[in-house]
């Protein structure tokens, strides 16, 4: 572990390393000591960078499990992303007695009352959502000690700017606020700067490195070929894989799948015992399946040498996952393959993620049964 992740609270700590989080990202690196310190954040960092981790650790650490008032909200411009950030924060807060609500427009005002009423400690939310209950006085803004504005640039746009400065002064002059977005204008920092006063600023460049010995290949295609590839990768003598999902259901599907084409992949998940995991990595490091599907959460742990490819059936959800995942292969010296299967939706968001880390990505083709690379992407 880092030292700041040292000074973290071990509900935190230990939910580092159930995640398998090898590092902090260089936003985290820079951003958790100083929010540790309680000051105030303006923060650029790319898009995949970890920004969301980066400000929800010192904002959980802070948190009082004596105060029955919602302590951390986070501000953010859309629906999708309030959900992404609930379930994050929802993951970090486990083994604490915190819990977590989203406010977000367009849902069940009623039920988002009920979820007040048992006083969650962290709120995610869109700005007209929030604003509207704290008029109501439905939501007590009085306790919260972090106020996060995630996606900044938006947040501070023309449709947003007047329900965020609102919610903004809503809290006590002590509470602390941490602004953060992938591009920051300068009119949003002389923004955010007015209602943080004085705050440090932190930009992150596309500077990280990925470590190991390992080459990024993509394989696109429409959602179905995502099968198709995998099953031809299967079926290759040379790869000896860890494929990842981000969720169970589709993990199971997928395994099922594989084995009604005769394949025989050793499946782990967050559901799966300890013996049907020890039984499963057996399998998979004797060679009787050299195919080893699993989530993120299951693979903690998982130090296998001879893995020659990592394949990603699901794009990871940060730059923190990827370069955990890829990390599994390339070992001990030995050169490795991360593969990822997407869409055309997903290339972006994978090229952002290539960006942070700085390494080469490779568009490959799969030809008489044989991966081969063949241009940049």
């Known amino acids: 572990m880092t030292e700041q992740l040292n000074e973290l609270r071990p509900f935190l700590q ?21 929010a540790l310190q309680q000051q105030n954040i303006i923060c650029e960092a790319p898009t995949g960078s970890g920004k969301t981790l980066a400000y929800l650790l010192p904002a959980l650490h802070h948190m009082d499990a004596q105060e029955k008032q919602p302590q951390t909200v986070i501000v953010v411009s859309s ?13 970090w807060t486990s083994g604490s007695s915190f819990t977590c609500a989203p406010l977000i427009g367009g849902a069940n005002v009623k039920r988002q009352l009920e979820k007040l009423k048992k006083k969650p400690a962290v709120i995610t939310g869109t700005p007209g959502r929030l604003l509207e209950l704290i008029q109501q006085k439905k939501l007590k803004m009085h306790a919260v000690k972090t106020l996060v504005f995630d996606e900044a640039d938006q947040l501070f746009s023309k449709e947003h700017k007047e329900a965020a400065g609102r919610i903004a002064g809503a809290v006590q002059r002590e509470c602390r606020k941490y602004i953060v977005s992938a ?8 923004q955010a700067k007015e209602w943080t006063g004085k705050a440090e600023v932190i930009r992150i460049n596309r500077s990280a490195k990925a470590d190991g010995n390992v080459e990024h290949l993509v394989l696109k295609g429409a959602l ?15 790869v000896y894989a860890i494929v990842f999902c981000n969720d169970r259901y589709q993990l199971e599907q997928a395994a099922g799948k594989l084995e009604f084409k005769g394949r025989k992949p050793a ?38 040498e001879q893995v020659t490819h990592v394949i990603q059936l699901d794009l990871p959800n940060d730059v923190n996952q990827y370069v955990h995942r890829s990390g599994r292969t390339g070992r001990a ?24 880390l700085k390494i080469s990505l490779y568009e490959a083709e799969i030809e008489y049964g044989v991966l081969k690379k063949k241009r940049s992407v």
């Open 267 to 304: 499946v782990l998940h967050g559901e799966t015992s300890k013996q049907e995991r020890e039984k499963a990595l057996k399998g998979f490091r004797e060679g009787e399946s050299r195919l080893l599907m699993t989530t993120d959460v299951a693979s903690r742990g998982m130090d296998i």
């Open 224 to 238: 179905r070929d995502k099968m198709k590839h995998l099953q031809k990768l299967s079926s290759m003598n040379d």
């Open 79 to 91: 629906r999708e992303l309030a959900m992404q950030v609930h379930e994050e924060a929802q993951a």
């Open 333 to 356: 010296g030995r050169s490795g393959t991360s593969v990822s299967l997407l869409t055309p939706s997903e290339t972006d968001r994978m090229k952002e993620i290539a960006a942070v």
């Open 14 to 34: 230990e939910n580092w390393e159930k995640a398998a989080y090898e590092k902090f990202t260089p936003v985290q690196e820079k951003m958790i000591p100083a």
């Open 183 to 190: 591009t920051l204008p300068k009119r949003t920092v002389e």
